[in-house]
């Protein structure tokens, strides 16, 4: 696994801006050949939006989110799913918040799930959280 600099990896953010003459999404960086992965810049960074902004590149989309609203979010999803949410289950659910806002916010996604009552794929957890509501 190569290991990139800071400055290296703002330096390819730039340059795929330039190429796609916009702002590269996640999909845009994960499509390309040759570049660092999209998990590297968040791993690095903290999020995707932290390495537009320290790469001084606009923000695709921001949403903030206060805890309350995460947490009732990640309620709402493991509802959904039928057990409590893990990192793989955000995709695609955008009204649920990123994995990295959680992480963010709490820490930890664990540090959320324990906060909102769960716990990593305890469906028994879930089953009496249910029953309580």
């Not at 390819?12 to 003459?21: H, Y």
């Not at 499509?31 to 590149?57: C, H, I, Q, V």
């Amino acid at each position: 696994m190569k290991r990139y600099t800071r400055e290296q990896l703002l330096f390819f953010l730039k340059k795929l801006e330039k190429e796609l003459m916009r702002t590269p999404r996640i999909v845009d960086l994960d499509k390309a050949e040759g570049l660092p992965s999209s998990t590297t810049y968040m791993k690095r960074f903290g999020s995707w939006n932290d390495a537009l902004k320290e790469a001084e590149l606009g923000i695709n989309s921001k949403k903030e989110y206060s805890r309350d609203e995460l947490v009732q979010n990640m309620i709402l999803l493991s509802k959904e799913l039928g057990h409590a949410p893990s990192s793989k289950d955000f995709k695609g659910r955008k009204w649920a918040g990123s994995v990295s806002t959680y992480r963010k916010v709490f820490g930890s996604l664990s540090s959320a799930l324990k906060e909102a009552g769960l716990e990593k794929h305890g469906a028994k957890s879930l089953a009496s959280f249910v029953k309580k509501k």
